[in-house]
């Protein structure tokens, strides 16, 4: 794996590296007040709703007393919400995978924020690569979906990150500018609590492939600063942004370690019961 973008954001992180007298370093998560929040995006599956119902069964009983004190969602296939919801109860919230921008129309096979808050849906993603990539969906499509989203009165993940060529070009921090200035354009200071940020290299979603913690650390604190620049420093480190991209059982607990990474949007793990209850019960 390159490291080259190691030493492009090198200073970013160092930067945002929080510590304690005599230079003993602190989560900022821990700093700022951040609560951890642990995610699972199920994508195209399960197949079945027997499947779905047993899954997150399986991971709701896995938050305990002795879990991290961390928010946890799952977001989920729109045929599998309400059921998800009822099997999961209080233990941790279920999303939607996307949203649509219009209200209603002429928009065969969308479904609208107020059908997703009318069965309680709180939570909703925004901006994943499959969705940039695969559906065409635009930079201003996603904006619309994230300002639809939080005018709704609910709360959106806003992914964005960077391809392989744009890794390799070392331009992982210009890309991500880009995504967050144009996916957070007309977002309100006020309404920054209705956003998360996921960082998912596009290289490392469903390949096996995940950054090293500290290149994860150094792209998560240059998206801080842009935060900051957008907004300013207090709102920036408000603002919780996660790690995505082949998040694992044997990765997290260093992930979660860094100060600039508040948790993590788990794809392929968040549908394996056993992993995906040790990526909730990480250990720092």
């Known amino acids: 794996m390159k490291l080259a973008i190691a030493s492009l954001l090198a200073g970013s992180a160092a930067a945002f590296a929080p510590t304690l007298s005599g230079n003993q370093a602190v989560s900022s998560t821990q700093l700022y007040g951040r609560k951890p929040f642990i995610s699972g995006n199920w994508k195209l599956n399960p197949q079945t709703k027997e ?4 899954l997150a069964k399986g991971i709701a009983s ?19 919400i309400e059921s998800a919801m009822g099997a999961v109860g209080d233990k941790l919230n279920v ?16 479904i609208s924020t107020s059908m997703l808050k009318s069965i ?23 904006n619309a979906q994230c300002l639809k989203i939080i005018d709704d009165g609910m709360s959106v993940m806003l992914c964005i990150g960077e391809s392989l060529a744009e890794f390799e070009q070392e331009l992982a ?14 977002i309100k200071k006020e309404d920054l609590d209705k956003v998360v940020i996921a960082y998912e290299p596009v290289w490392a979603i469903g390949t096996g492939k995940v950054a090293t ?20 420093q207090e709102a920036a480190d408000s603002v919780r942004i996660l790690y995505g991209g082949s998040v694992t059982p044997e990765s ?10 508040d948790g993590a949007l788990v794809g392929g793990a968040s549908l394996d ?3 995906f209850s040790r990526i909730i019960n990480f250990q720092v």
């Open 173 to 186: 921090g210009s890309v991500c500018a880009v995504q967050l200035k144009k996916g957070m354009k007309g």
């Open 120 to 142: 309680g849906v709180k939570w909703a993603l925004a901006g994943h690569s499959e969705r940039r990539v695969i559906f065409g969906e635009t930079d201003d499509y996603i």
């Open 51 to 54: 499947e779905a119902l047993t």
């Open 273 to 275: 019961i056993e992993k």
């Open 95 to 110: 999303g939607a995978e996307g949203a649509c921008p219009e209200i209603s129309g002429a928009l065969t096979g969308a």
């Open 213 to 232: 913690p500290q290149i994860a650390q150094d792209v998560h604190a240059t998206c801080r600063a842009i935060l900051a620049d957008m907004y300013d």
């Open 62 to 80: 896995s938050i305990t007393d002795d879990s991290p004190d961390a928010d946890v969602a799952l977001f989920v296939p729109y045929v599998f």
């Open 252 to 261: 997290v607990d260093d992930l979660m370690s860094q100060p600039d990474i």
